[in-house]
C-alpha cells in the first residue's frame, strides 16, 4: 500500500477507516455496488480523482482485500475491477450513510452524480412497500458522458453497453416492491424502456421535472407508460426527514 498516515489504534472503526477512509476510496467502492467496472469506467464516473488517484486507490483496496481484478473471458478480454465477497458486505454500511448524508441539516445535495450513484440511490431510498401497489419491470438507459440524444446512441462511445454509449438498468417492481435493482438488461422485454441522460435522469428522479414535462421536452424517452415512469420517481423520494442542526 502507499505510505500514508495511518491512526495506529487498536479500535476496528479506526482499522476500518486505515482501509478505506482515504479520499475516493470510498467512491470507488460504491461504483463497484452494482458489479464489475473495467479502469475508464471508473474515470469517467470519478472524474474529479484524477488517474494517478485512482489507480493508487485500486492498489490499495485491491492489497486489502476489498476488490480484486480479473479479466473477461473472450470476446470480451477486457480487465475489471470488482468487489469481493468481504468487501461486498459494505452494502449496509453504504445505506445507512446515504441516509444519513441524505439527512443533513445544512450541506445541500449538489453536484454530479454517477450513473450507478443515481440508481443506487433509487435502491436506498425506495419505501419497502407502495400503496398503492403496481408491478413493472424497467430498462433504464442512461446516456454516458460523450454520448448523444436520449436514446444513447449518437456518438457510439465505447464505455457503453456493446460501444451502444449507455449504461442499461434493470428495476424490476412486483405488487409495489423493490425486487431487483441490477447493472444489467432484462431478461425478457421490459414493460417500460427510459432513455435519458444523467441530469435529465436526475430532474426527474429528484422531482424537479415530471416525467410528462421531460418526455414532451425531448429529454427524456419513453416507451410504455409514462405515469408509470412517474410512479418510479415518486416512490424513489421517500428520503427521511432533515436532522436537526442543534
Not at 479502469?39 to 464516473?45: I, N, R, V, Y
Not at 448524508?101 to 445544512?106: E, K, L, M, Q, V
Not at 449538489?110 to 450513473?115: A, K, L, N, T
Given at each position: 500500500m502507499s505510505v500514508r498516515r495511518r491512526y495506529g489504534q487498536g479500535c476496528p472503526v479506526a482499522h476500518a477507516l486505515d482501509m478505506i477512509g482515504e479520499r475516493w476510496a470510498l467512491l470507488v467502492v460504491r461504483e463497484l455496488r452494482l458489479g464489475g467496472r473495467r479502469?475508464?469506467?471508473?474515470?469517467?464516473?470519478l472524474p474529479g480523482a484524477g488517474p494517478t488517484v485512482l489507480s493508487q486507490r485500486l492498489r490499495d483496496l485491491e492489497s486489502v482485500g476489498v476488490l480484486r481484478r480479473r479479466t473477461l473471458p473472450s470476446p470480451a478480454n477486457a480487465r475489471i475491477y470488482e468487489l469481493t465477497d468481504w468487501g461486498a458486505e459494505l452494502e449496509p454500511v453504504f445505506r445507512a450513510l446515504a441516509r444519513w448524508?441524505?439527512?443533513?441539516?445544512?450541506v445541500p445535495l449538489?453536484?454530479?452524480?454517477?450513473?450507478d450513484s443515481m440508481m443506487l440511490g433509487l435502491r436506498t431510498f425506495f419505501p419497502s412497500t407502495v400503496d398503492p401497489p403496481w408491478s413493472a419491470t424497467y430498462e433504464v438507459r442512461i446516456t454516458r458522458s460523450g454520448s448523444g440524444g436520449p436514446e444513447g446512441v449518437d456518438g457510439g462511445d465505447a464505455d457503453g453497453v456493446d460501444g451502444a454509449g449507455f449504461d442499461s438498468y434493470v428495476v424490476e417492481i412486483l405488487d409495489g416492491r423493490l425486487q431487483r435493482l441490477a447493472r444489467d438488461v432484462p431478461s425478457g422485454a421490459p414493460d417500460i424502456v427510459v432513455s435519458a441522460s444523467r441530469d435529465a435522469l436526475k430532474a426527474v428522479l429528484d422531482g424537479t421535472e415530471s416525467a410528462a414535462a421531460a418526455v414532451a421536452a425531448g429529454r427524456i424517452d419513453v416507451a410504455g407508460d409514462v405515469e408509470t415512469v412517474q410512479r418510479l420517481a415518486d416512490a424513489s423520494r421517500s428520503l427521511p426527514p432533515a436532522a436537526s442542526a442543534r
Open positions: 479502469f475508464s469506467d471508473l474515470q469517467e464516473a448524508g441524505a439527512r443533513s441539516p445544512i449538489e453536484g454530479p452524480i454517477s450513473s
